[in-house]
Each structure stands twice: as C-alpha cells, then as structure tokens.
Nanobody
Framework: QVQLIESGGRVVQAGDSLGLSCAVS????????MGWFRQALGEAREFVAAISWNGANTDYAASVKGRFTIARDNVKNTVYLQMNSLKPEDTAVYYC???????????????????WGQGTQVTVAS
C-alpha cells in the first residue's frame, strides 16, 4: 500500500520561511514525478510545484515561482517543498502527490497523480 505523509505545516508570520516534507512508503519514488498541490478554504485544489522522476526538471505555479523550491531525495524516498517569503495568500492545506505513470513527463495536472497524502496545514499570519 502506497502512503504519502506530509509534515512541517504550521502557523508562521508573513515573510517567514517554512519547509515541508513528504515521506513515501510502499513504493520507491525514484521512477515517478512528484508534485505539491494546495487547497485554501473554499477554493479548488491548485498546482504548486512538480519535479521530474530524475530531478532534472521542475515546474512552479506563477504565484510561487522564485519563492518556493521543490526537491527530492530518492534514497530517502522523500520530497520536499521549501517555501520562502511566505504570504497570507499561501495559507492552505498542502498535499504531496505521486505520478501514476513511471518515467512520465512532468505534469501540473492533478489528474495524472495517482497517489496523494492527507495534507498538512500551512497558515501564514499577516
């Protein structure tokens, strides 16, 4: 059984930095693209960042580009999201997701991701 467990979410002040982790069990992530999505209260889930299976390529939502960095450690089977210069509008539940297709192209589409974590709450106070 594949499990993704996010951690690191908490309440921070605007301008602060925060790192999220996503530990995966039940499947090696080394051949799969990984992504981060978020969902604010009353809003639809939106793409945040993605990283290719080999880490060579990344993609970011325009709203976080230059502030967030996605990374992966295939040995630790873990994906990370480093968030800098946080803004109140970054407040959301952050979800980690794993591509359903091995060696697939990088994608921002939630429908391509077959495995999801339970989410971790990030709250940015103004």
């Amino acid at each position: 059984q594949v499990q993704l467990i996010e951690s690191g979410g908490r309440v921070v002040q605007a301008g602060d930095s925060l790192g999220l982790s996503c530990a995966v069990s039940g499947r090696t992530i080394s051949n799969y693209a990984m992504g981060w999505f978020r969902q604010a209260l009353g809003e639809a889930r939106e793409f945040v960042a993605a990283i290719s299976w080999n880490g060579a390529n990344t993609d970011y939502a325009a709203s976080v580009k230059g502030r967030f960095t996605i990374a992966r450690d295939n040995v630790k089977n873990t994906v990370y999201l480093q968030m800098n210069s946080l803004k109140p509008e970054d407040t959301a539940v952050y979800y980690c997701a794993a591509d359903r297709v091995p060696l697939g192209p990088l994608t921002t589409s939630a429908g391509r991701y077959g495995y999801w974590g339970q989410g971790t709450q990030v709250t940015v106070a103004s």
